[in-house]
């Protein structure tokens, strides 16, 4: 099991090396991919994405199955969480933009790449590790659709000194 951050740093690469992408052959619509992933889904894609708006068109799919992967494990959810599911088929719609919560993940995907790019990029810490190096989906969400509303432990109750001080008002 790969962690997300693992993933996300893939995810960063593969952004950062589109050119990469453009070399591979795209595969043929309706040729199916060889389940080379443990624990594929039997609704894995098989055709070539038509939908993309903020990813790289010419991901591999490989890559964007990681990735979406990434998404839903660093949410805590299923790929249904974002995808449609079509009435006909009963399959997922993986194309379709039926769901508010696509939609938001783009935005999401776009805040995180900003993040990265614009400011991670200017932050110079020696004491960082490669993974503290940028921002995932994980760093906010921690298994959550919504982040933890982060609250302040509860400070401990007779400081004297406190009182002097008098400026915190309890929350
Ligand atoms: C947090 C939301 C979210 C989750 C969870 C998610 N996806 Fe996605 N998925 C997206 C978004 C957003 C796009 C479109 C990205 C873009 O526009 O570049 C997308 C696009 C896709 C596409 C390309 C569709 C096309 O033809 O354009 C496939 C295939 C896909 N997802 C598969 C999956 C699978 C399989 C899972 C579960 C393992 C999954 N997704 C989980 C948000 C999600
Ligand atoms: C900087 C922190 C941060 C990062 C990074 C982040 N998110 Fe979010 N995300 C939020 C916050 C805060 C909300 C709640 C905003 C709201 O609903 O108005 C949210 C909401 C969402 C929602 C809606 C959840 C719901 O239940 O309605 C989705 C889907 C989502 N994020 C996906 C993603 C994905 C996918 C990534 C990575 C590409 C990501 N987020 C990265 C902070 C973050």
Redesign the pocket.
């Known amino acids: 099991m790969q962690s997300p951050l693992f993933l996300a740093a893939i995810f960063t690469l593969s952004l950062a090396t589109q050119p990469l992408f453009g070399q591979q052959a795209p595969a043929p619509a309706g040729q199916t991919t060889p389940q080379a992933q443990s624990g594929a889904r039997p609704r894995h894609p098989q055709t070539k994405p038509v939908n993309l708006k903020v990813l790289p068109k010419n991901i591999a799919r490989e890559d964007l199955v990681k990735i979406m992967r990434s998404?839903a494990g660093?949410?805590g959810i299923e790929c249904n969480f974002?995808h449609a599911v079509n009435p006909a088929t009963h399959k997922l719609d993986f194309p379709s933009d039926a769901k508010d919560?696509k939609t938001?993940?783009r935005t999401?995907?776009q805040?995180?790449q900003t993040?990265n790019e614009q400011y991670m990029t200017q932050v110079h810490d020696p004491d960082a590790m490669p993974e503290d190096k940028h921002?995932?989906?994980g760093?906010?969400?921690r298994g959550h659709?919504?982040?933890e509303h982060f609250v302040l432990a509860a400070e401990p109750r007779h400081h004297p000194s406190d009182d002097d001080e008098g400026a915190q008002a309890p929350q």
Do not use: F, G, S, W
């Open positions: 998404y660093a949410l974002c919560d938001i993940a999401m995907i805040m995180t993040i921002v995932t989906c760093t906010c969400h659709t919504m982040p």
